[in-house]
């Protein structure tokens, strides 16, 4: 792994809204990560996770504070250039999977390839490698609602996965899945972390995918805190 | 507890009611324009076409003219005295003055007041003038209305006075004529050149003389004193009134001359009538029925009095009426069809403004249900909400079109206010009943299968029904029609079983849409599959958006119902514009037409020759036209339009006019031996090819003609026989033309000023008098404003369904920006999914349109409104049509654009977060 990270997070701002309904969303976030590890970002409901992901990701921009992502700035580029960011190098999965109804699980999982006009042939080895990743090659036809939520979520990893994207943003993609079927949903992500050398940052509440994680971060009211990983959420102290 | 304390009524939460109100206040008050809008339409129309009827009835009464007058004859009381002569009954005017109140009093107090005052008449023999080279008749007529006639002042001379002192006269049968005084015209004393004391040198039909002499010469007080129409010969010489080349002068008779008048004729010659002229203006369409049907039983009972002279009544008054009642129906009925497919769109663009209010509040409904607002509390609040929209907007409405029209009818907004008030109320309580269900689907596939099942029953169970109703409106529309039955006991209303017919093109529409609807997921499942085999990236996800969009049933249906329903309008009212131009054209045969008077059809060959003369006139025909023509068919006498023409320039001519070319015309210069050929036209069957005609005339012996072919309509008439002029005179009749048919674009101006006498008709007055007839402009109106209204309905669907779609599609779109799609090439996906829709409805809607106009303009029976002999065909005005769809696809184009012009500014993420 090289010592440049992949990931980095320089004094970021965020601020919603003027006046009475002003919220600070994110106070002066820093951090980094490197290539090829999971790290979990946790914290309460309301504590600036997905803003976070988002400004992370370039769907949002941040106030103040700068992101690299692989050496490029995300909040220089103009929308062009986040396309082309998010074709190549960024990749999502959220809570509520965003499939597209009428495709087949493959076609799902075949979109980003089309959109980086990757050849038909290449593109179907790619989908049924991928699907056979998430230990979906015998649904591959099925359409998204003749599927289960973890199986649908699967799907999207995979899609998020397709264009061999460098860091993989995944805001609770256990959210809408029990217990169990989150669990595999959140070991599938820790595997592909190891297959096809991506870099992962979750979100999550729950403590036992923190387990799973390289790296812990805990944020709370729009502050960043260091957290040894592997160690159950409930524990941490609440700082103010 | 007990059941019965449980139960309780709704109980609706105010505040929640207000802050909805003021959050969609928006799209409420979009639906409240809706109601109100149409609701002016619906409530305005029937009144605005109620007035019109007054109107029509009156026109077509005033266009009858003579047809129109009731007329009541009586024969006298015999004159015979106890010595074998005539006795001289002095007080014969008071005679008539009874006759007259004896009339008036049969007539009824109904018809009594849409007549004028009775004139009564008391005719004369026609006398022939014995001087003289040319043909002339005289006829003395006796006039009392009111004030004893119209009002004189003699000139020369004095009043006609009796022939003898007021005393017992009888007069033997066979003695010399009995002298008798009339006044005279001063035009009538010119033409015939005699004065006061003169005697007119007349006979009757045997050749006796009849002593009559002129008592003086008057001049009307008030020639246009409708007792003057009576007898027109009393104010001038009338040409033509006894056949074609003669002329007719009047004698009037006095109080004192009337007895002698009788005695100076044979019994039974003097016919006395009391003539009520028809006051247009006192007509309603209120009183056509219970008119028509008095005037029916008047005639029905006509001689049936036992006690005096019985009454005869003749009139054409009832069949005037009916006509009017049936030009009424037939134009209500069309009306009515226009104003169902506006209701049909209405109620379509209702469904989906509630559906559209509905979305935006889904997520509020579902925080109230589940915060534990009871569903019936929900809907009683929503039924609250959209009543007081509804009602209110309608009430609106209908007072706007209190004011603009002469009365309303709200019947025909209550289905607007029903859905007004019903959509949102249900919509908005399933969606709350469905978010406080499982929010996701079964897993289970057999469960999964089974609600998706039960969906497309439920579905196709709609469809079959809106089917068999479509098809049993078209089968009664074609069996029995929708103009109501004429019956003279019905109100002319539109009543209950035409509700079916009535809804024809509604249901036919709505059958367009629904099998549209079916076909439109499919052809979007085959663009998807042909797409994904593409490697165009933007043409997978818009056919995907296609795809995913084209189950959704309103938006389909409300923008095919209305483009077509649109079209249809469009259609009608260029089919009527059509159909009056093309009336134009038969009514007048050319652009211009002169009717020369009788007294210089001489001049006729001159006056074709400067007219020809003149600039912009393209063709010139002249004809002898002869109404009333005495031809036999083998022992019947018929009575056609007679018309010789040089048959070659009459096919000229009618290659130049939209009127149908008539080859047969060629048959008619073929020489031959024998008869002369004719082309003849009946409108009951009459004539037919190849039957043997003989023309009468007055002095020789009748020309034999033979029937080769089938005539054009000639002037609108129904009977029409067509000889060459070259051929007639080669039998031995010289025409004398009388009629110039005139084309060109200088036609008009040619016979502007034209030094003969002669009557001039231009096909552009006659146009603007059809045009401006009250029920055709009314309907005309009608149309355009419903295809302007249906538009419109169209466009606002468009709207509706892209702005209830806006959320789910800008969600998709952020969803694939996720994933790469740059934003440009995200408008395109975006028009994937909205386009599609309004390209079927702009393509399919207009032929739907012409379709329906197809299978229902039929039975519409426009030509009562177009003045045609038959039905006139469908017009498909293709530019109209074209500018309909490129409007509609213009406005799709237009929402993409708009759209992200709008979200230009809202960032990725907060799309994302506003679908959570
Ligand atoms: N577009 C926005 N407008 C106003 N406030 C916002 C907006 N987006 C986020 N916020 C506020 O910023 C804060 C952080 O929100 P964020 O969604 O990042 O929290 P989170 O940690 O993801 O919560 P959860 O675990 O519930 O998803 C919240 O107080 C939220 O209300
Ligand atoms: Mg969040």
Redesign the interface.
């Known amino acids: 792994m090289s010592s440049e990270p992949l990931l980095s997070v320089r004094g970021v701002h965020r601020r919603f809204g003027t006046g009475p309904t002003l919220v600070h969303a994110l106070r002066g976030v820093s951090f980094d990560v490197a290539a090829g590890s999971m790290v979990a970002l946790v914290g309460r409901s309301g504590s600036g996770k997905t803003t976070l992901l988002n400004v992370i990701g370039g769907l949002d921009r941040p106030d103040t504070g700068t992101v690299h992502v692989n050496g490029t700035d995300v909040t220089a580029l103009d929308e062009d250039g986040l396309s082309l960011l998010r074709r190549e190098k960024v990749s999502y999965v959220f809570q509520s999977f965003g499939l597209i109804p009428v495709l087949s699980a493959a076609e799902n999982v075949a979109a980003p390839l089309r959109l980086a006009r990757v050849a038909p042939a290449q593109r179907e080895r790619r989908v049924e490698l991928l699907l056979e990743l998430v230990g979906l090659a015998d649904h591959a036809r099925q359409r998204p609602t003749e599927l289960s939520g973890g199986q649908q979520q699967r799907v999207a990893i995979a899609r998020a996965l397709a264009a061999s994207p460098r860091l993989l943003l995944a805001d609770e993609p256990t959210g809408q899945l029990d217990a169990e079927t989150g669990l595999s949903v959140m070991a599938l992500l820790r595997g592909v972390v190891e297959s096809e050398g991506v870099t992962v940052l979750v979100s999550t509440h729950d403590a036992v995918m923190m387990a799973l994680a390289d790296r812990v971060i805990r944020i709370h009211d729009g502050h960043l805190h260091e957290q040894a990983a592997g160690q159950p959420y409930e524990s941490t102290p609440d700082v103010g | 507890m007990n059941r019965w304390l449980t139960r309780r009524w709704p109980a609706p939460h105010w505040p929640s009611i207000r802050g909805r109100g003021r959050t969609d206040l928006g799209p409420l008050l979009l639906t409240g324009a809706v109601i109100a809008i149409v609701a002016l339409l619906a409530g305005a129309v029937p009144a605005l076409l109620r007035a019109a009827a007054d109107n029509a009835v009156q026109d077509t009464v005033r266009r009858a003219g003579h047809d129109s007058n009731v007329l009541a004859h009586a024969d006298w009381e015999r004159d015979d005295g106890p010595n074998g002569g005539r006795v001289r009954t002095a007080g014969l005017a008071d005679d008539i003055e009874n006759f007259r109140a004896r009339a008036t009093y049969a007539l009824g107090p109904d018809l009594d007041a849409a007549l004028l005052p009775p004139v009564a008449v008391v005719n004369g023999p026609i006398l022939s003038v014995s001087e003289g080279n040319v043909p002339r008749t005289f006829q003395f007529t006796y006039l009392a209305g009111d004030l004893d006639g119209p009002d004189v002042t003699w000139v020369a001379g004095n009043a006609p006075g009796p022939a003898v002192p007021d005393e017992y006269i009888e007069v033997p049968y066979d003695g010399p004529p009995w002298p008798v005084q009339v006044g005279l015209s001063e035009a009538d004393a010119a033409a015939l050149g005699l004065g006061p004391g003169d005697r007119i040198p007349v006979k009757d039909g045997q050749g006796h003389d009849k002593n009559v002499r002129i008592s003086g010469i008057y001049r009307p007080a008030d020639s246009a004193d409708p007792a003057w129409q009576l007898a027109p010969a009393l104010l001038e010489p009338v040409p033509g009134a006894d056949g074609v080349g003669t002329t007719r002068f009047g004698g009037l008779l006095s109080r004192e001359s009337l007895p002698d008048a009788r005695l100076a004729i044979d019994e039974d010659q003097l016919r006395r009538t009391v003539h009520f002229v028809a006051e247009p203006d006192a007509l309603t369409w209120d009183a056509t029925a219970a008119l028509a049907s008095q005037v029916v039983k008047l005639k029905a009972v006509s001689g049936s009095s036992v006690r005096e002279e019985p009454l005869r009544w003749e009139s054409q008054l009832d069949t005037t009426l009916r006509a009017a009642r049936a030009r009424n129906s037939a134009a209500s009925a069309q009306a009515a069809v226009l104003l169902v497919g506006v209701l049909t769109a209405t109620v379509l663009v209702l469904l989906l403004a509630a559906d559209l209010l509905v979305r935006r509040r889904t997520p509020a409904l579902s925080a109230a249900r589940q915060r534990g607002a009871a569903l019936p509390d929900l809907g009683t609040e929503l039924v609250i909400e959209s009543t007081v929209v509804a009602v209110s907007a309608a009430a609106v409405g209908l007072a706007l079109a209190r004011a603009a029209a002469p009365g309303v009818h709200w019947a025909w907004a209550v289905p607007v206010v029903l859905a007004g008030a019903a959509a949102g109320p249900a919509f908005g309580t399933l969606a709350a009943a469905r978010a406080s269900r499982d929010r996701?689907?079964p897993?289970n596939?057999t469960a999964?299968r089974w609600i998706r099942a039960t969906g497309q029953l439920r579905r196709t169970a709609v469809e079959v029904a809106v089917l068999i109703a479509a098809v049993a409106a078209f089968g009664i529309l074609h069996q029995r029609g929708i103009v109501p039955a004429a019956d003279d006991g019905g109100t002319g209303e539109l009543t209950g079983d035409l509700i079916l017919p009535i809804s024809a093109l509604a249901l036919g529409a709505l059958v367009g849409a629904l099998v549209l609807r079916r076909l439109v997921p499919l052809g979007a499942?085959f663009a998807?599959r042909q797409a994904?085999r593409s490697?165009r990236?933007l043409a997978?996800?818009g056919a995907?958006r296609a795809?995913?969009t084209a189950g959704r049933a309103l938006p389909l249906l409300v923008l095919v119902s209305s483009t077509a329903l649109a079209s249809f309008a469009l259609i009608l009212g260029s089919t009527v514009t059509r159909g009056l131009a093309d009336g134009a054209w038969d009514t007048v045969g050319a652009d211009a037409r002169v009717d020369v008077g009788a007294d210089a059809e001489a001049a006729t060959p001159a006056l074709a020759e400067r007219i020809t003369a003149a600039p912009g006139v393209d063709q010139v025909v002249v004809a002898q036209v002869t109404d009333s023509a005495r031809v036999f068919s083998e022992s019947t006498l018929l009575a056609p339009r007679l018309v010789i023409v040089d048959t070659a320039a009459f096919q000229r001519l009618l290659a130049t006019t939209p009127l149908p070319d008539a080859s047969a015309l060629a048959r008619l210069t073929a020489p031959g031996p024998g008869d002369v050929p004719a082309l003849v036209r009946s409108s009951r069957g009459e004539l037919r090819a190849g039957t043997p005609l003989q023309l009468s005339r007055d002095d020789a012996p009748a020309i034999r003609l033979t029937a080769v072919g089938t005539a054009p309509s000639v002037g609108g008439a129904g009977d029409v026989v067509i000889v060459d002029v070259a051929a007639l005179a080669d039998a031995g009749l010289p025409a004398v033309p009388n009629t110039v048919w005139v084309t060109g674009p200088g036609a008009a101006r040619a016979v502007s000023n034209i030094d003969v006498a002669a009557d001039v008709v231009l096909r552009a007055d006659v146009l603007r008098t059809q045009r401006v007839a009250p029920l055709t402009a009314g309907l005309l109106r009608l149309a355009w404003t419903a295809a302007a209204v249906l538009l419109a309905l169209g466009l606002l669907g468009l709207m509706l369904a892209a702005a209830a779609g806006a959320s789910e599609r800008w969600q998709?779109l952020t969803?694939?920006?996720?994933?790469?799609?740059?934003?440009r090439d995200a408008r395109w996906v975006a028009a994937g999914e909205v386009l599609p829709p309004v390209v079927v409805a702009a393509v399919c809607g207009p032929l739907l349109g012409a379709l329906l106009a197809r299978l229902t303009l039929g039975p519409l029976d426009l030509r009562l409104l177009t003045g045609q002999a038959a039905d006139p065909a469908a017009v498909l005005p293709w530019w109209l049509l074209g500018l309909l769809s490129v409007a509609v696809l213009a406005a799709a184009t237009a929402v993409v654009p708009v759209e992200s012009a709008l979200r230009r500014r809202d960032?990725?993420?907060?799309v994302?977060?506003a679908?959570?």
């Open positions: 996701r689907q897993a596939p999964r499942r998807l994904l490697r990236p997978v996800f995907a795809a995913t998709t969803r694939l920006r996720t994933l790469g799609l740059r934003p960032r990725l993420s907060e994302l977060r679908g959570e």
